[in-house]
């Protein structure tokens, strides 16, 4: 069985502020994917980011940044600078090999507030 | 490229009558799609899996036989809520997988958001 927990329910910062959202995963594989998606208010997911298991370099694409390792079994998100638009709830997913294999789990979702 | 639609966006309808939504695989084609339900301030939790041609694969706990799911074409998968009641109402997303390329990538839809009266 897979599972991902995001133990942050919300956050709540102030603009320009650094935020970081954890992810811990759960799996028995050796080859799975994680994933983050921002799904805002408007309800449709937004894909972030993708990594899989053998990469655990980590990613920065500009105010966003992951850090992924696999000895700690996280991939968590962090936003710098953060805007009143990064306002969404967050979710982060796993993709795991054997009889779930193409099924994602998603964790609980992180809801982050970023206030003016 | 990859994108999923569909439609309709949102429905309302009364207690007892059925609500069909479908899932289109615009520019390109979909071998699997996944069906998803996401109550308010919670996560999405996978319905089913249909495979084109096929019947689909219900995950524990969803009643086959109330949410009914076709995949009849590579682009095409509908989900039918029958004999929709208020406890039905929950936002459905449906997400396509290609039939080329990375194997695990879904692209997800926008979303039917469902209300039953």
């Known amino acids: 069985a897979q599972k991902v927990t995001q133990a942050q329910t919300e956050i709540s910062v102030v603009e320009k502020e650094d935020v970081t959202l954890d992810c811990v995963y759960e799996?028995?594989?050796?080859?799975?994917?994680l994933f983050w998606y921002k799904q805002p208010p408007s309800g449709e997911l937004v894909f972030l980011i993708r990594?899989?298991?053998?990469?655990?370099q980590n990613e920065i694409s500009g105010r966003y940044s992951w850090n992924f390792q696999k000895s700690t079994s996280s991939f968590n998100f962090t936003i710098t600078a953060s805007q009143v638009v990064d306002s969404a709830v967050y979710f982060c997913a796993l993709i795991g090999g054997g009889t779930s294999y193409g099924k994602l789990t998603f964790g609980q979702g992180t809801i982050l507030t970023v206030h003016p | 490229g990859a994108v999923v639609s569909q439609h309709p966006s949102w429905v309302i309808c009364k207690s007892g009558t059925s609500v069909k939504i479908e899932c289109r695989s615009l520019?390109?084609?979909?071998?699997?799609m996944f069906w998803y339900r996401q109550f308010p301030k919670q996560s999405l939790m996978l319905m089913a899996t249909?495979?084109?041609?096929?019947?689909?694969?219900?995950e524990q706990g969803v009643e086959k036989d109330k949410f009914l799911i076709n995949h009849a074409s590579l682009t095409l998968s509908t989900l039918t809520v029958t004999s929709a009641h208020p406890e039905d109402s929950s936002f459905y997303i449906c997400s396509a997988r290609a039939r080329e390329g990375l194997a695990v990538e879904q692209f997800f839809g926008p979303g039917t958001r469902l209300t039953v009266l």
């Open positions: 799996t028995r594989d050796t080859t799975y994917y």
């Open positions: 520019d390109f084609q979909a071998t699997t």
């Open positions: 249909s495979n084109e041609g096929s019947k689909a694969t219900y």
């Open positions: 990594r899989n298991s053998f990469d655990e």
